[in-house]
């Protein structure tokens, strides 16, 4: 992926938690949808499958837009809540980095897939929106099984996200960008009052 198209979606990600006034974990995902006017419709509520990609109904969600209205719709028969979140995270992405105009993106995956950039840059602004990297470090964060917890994620999630962490630990890549500060001010008294260092 280009360094430009990552930047892009870590960089909307602390913006969306700075517009939402998000100040703690878990992420509140109903907050930001209604923030940016995004319907949610869980799967078992939803009429519209013929308009649709026919695959879209075997994944995790879907995003799409009609007239002037954006739209997630979740596939609600999934048992774990975090992996639901992810998948809200990863569709509001779509939303926001300019993805949903004319097709429909489904996700029917934790693991990005290499040939599809939209579907990276929307993981990367899902896993930055729900575990910032900066509120982790701060928390002094490590473990997979931490992070589900705090984040309310999925582990497999929260593994790619430990994996990822540990690297930025070894390098002390924290509080490097303007917005990645603004962020640590928002959490600052949810940090004070779960700080594990």
């Not at 979140?85 to 980095?97: D, P, W």
């Not at 999925?154 to 630990?169: D, G, V």
Request: some cysteine.
């Amino acid at each position: 992926m280009k360094y430009r198209l990552y930047q892009q979606a870590r960089n909307l990600s602390w913006k969306v938690l700075q517009d939402c006034g998000i100040k703690q974990f878990p992420v509140n995902l109903g907050e930001i949808c209604r923030f940016y006017k995004i319907k949610t419709i869980p799967y078992s509520k939803f009429t519209l499958w013929d308009m649709v990609d026919s695959q879209a109904k075997n994944g995790d969600g879907f995003s799409f837009q009609m007239e002037n209205q954006y739209y997630i719709v979740f596939n609600d028969s999934i048992n774990y809540l975090g992996r639901i979140r992810f998948t809200l995270a990863h569709e509001i992405g779509h939303i926001l980095l300019g993805h949903v105009e004319t097709i429909t993106f489904y996700r029917n995956s934790e693991i990005d897939s290499q040939a599809a950039e939209k579907e990276t840059q929307a993981n990367i602004f899902a896993r930055d929106l729900l575990m910032p990297a900066v509120v982790l470090s701060a928390l002094n964060v490590h473990s997979a099984t931490e992070i589900a917890k705090l984040c309310n994620i999925s582990l497999q999630s929260a593994k790619i996200r430990a994996k990822r962490m540990e690297e930025l630990y070894q390098r002390n890549c924290f509080q490097l960008h303007p917005l990645e500060r603004d962020v640590i001010l928002l959490f600052k008294d949810y940090i004070e009052n779960n700080n594990t260092k």
